[in-house]
């Protein structure tokens, strides 16, 4: 059983950074493939971004590739989204996963999920 919880949401203006926080309980995180998606109103739930069980082979979504980045760091239970450059159609809610897939990129890969955190970006 894994549980997800995101933090670090808020409003800003474009061309502004956030960071959101994934933290996770449970013990299997380490043996899990971590992924951010998002939903926008009105909008099917997207992949953002995804990284492996040890922290390697990182994968981005066209859409966000070169501005956000996605860590983690297994001693502290925690995936991390660092986004960059933000513009106002990353507006969205996003959610961070737990998958048993090595480098999942579709929501019916991951099993866990956590609740959202908004972001918001001003034009």
């Known amino acids: 059983q894994v549980q997800l919880v995101e933090s670090g949401g808020g409003l800003v203006q474009a061309g502004n950074s956030l960071r959101l926080s994934c933290a996770a309980s449970g013990r299997t995180f380490n043996n899990r493939a971590m992924g951010w998606f998002r939903q926008a109103p009105g909008k099917e739930r997207e992949f953002v971004a995804t990284i492996r069980w040890n922290g390697g082979n990182p994968y981005y979504a066209d859409s966000v590739k070169g501005r956000f980045t996605i860590s983690r760091d297994n001693p502290k239970n925690t995936v991390y989204l660092q986004m960059n450059s933000l513009k106002p159609e990353d507006t969205a809610v996003y959610y961070c996963?737990?998958?048993?897939?090595?480098?999942?990129?579709?929501?019916?890969?991951?099993?866990?999920w956590g609740q959202g955190t908004q972001v918001t970006v001003s034009s």
């Open positions: 996963a737990a998958s048993p897939v090595i480098v999942p990129r579709r929501t019916y890969e991951y099993d866990y």
